[in-house]
Nanobody, 126 residues
Framework: QVQLVESGGGLVQRGGSLTLSCAASGFEHGYYPGIGWFRQAPGKKREGISCLSSTANRTNYADSVKGRFTVSRDNAKNTVYLQMNSLKPEDTGVYYC??????????????????WGQGTQVTVSS
C-alpha cells in the first residue's frame, strides 16, 4: 500500500524558514517516482509549487516560490524535502506531496499524480 506522509509544517514568522519532508513507502523496490509539492491556501485552488524528477536531474518551481524554495530528495531514505526560506504570509496553506503511479518526471499539475499525502499545515504570521 502506497503511503506519502508529510511532516515539518508549523507556525513561523515572516522571513523564517521551514523544511517539509515527504516520506514515501509502499512503492515497488527500486522505483523512485517523481514527486510534486502542492499547496492549498484557504479559499483558493490547490496549486503546484515544486517538483522533482526521480533522479533529481530536473526540478521546477512556481514563480511564486522561485528563488526561495528548494526541493531535494534522498532516495536511500525514500524521502523528498522542500526547504522553504524567506517565508511570506501568502505562503500559508496546507502543503501536500504527490506521486504518480509510474512516472519519473516532474510536473506542477495535479492530474499527473495518483497518490497524495494527508498534508501538513504551514502558517506564516506577519
Amino acid at each position: 500500500q502506497v503511503q506519502l506522509v508529510e511532516s515539518g509544517g508549523g507556525l513561523v514568522q515572516r522571513g523564517g524558514s521551514l523544511t517539509l519532508s515527504c516520506a514515501a513507502s509502499g512503492f515497488e523496490h527500486g522505483y523512485y517516482p517523481g514527486i510534486g509539492w502542492f499547496r492549498q491556501a484557504p479559499g483558493k485552488k490547490r496549486e503546484g509549487i515544486s517538483c522533482l524528477s526521480s533522479t533529481a536531474n530536473r526540478t521546477n518551481y512556481a514563480d511564486s516560490v522561485k528563488g526561495r524554495f528548494t526541493v531535494s530528495r534522498d532516495n536511500a531514505k525514500n524521502t523528498v524535502y522542500l526547504q522553504m526560506n524567506s517565508l511570506k504570509p501568502e505562503d500559508t496553506g496546507v502543503y501536500y506531496c504527490a506521486a504518480p503511479y509510474s512516472d519519473l518526471g516532474c510536473y506542477l499539475v495535479d492530474y499527473e499524480y495518483d497518490y497524495w499525502g494527508q498534508g501538513t499545515q504551514v502558517t506564516v504570521s506577519s
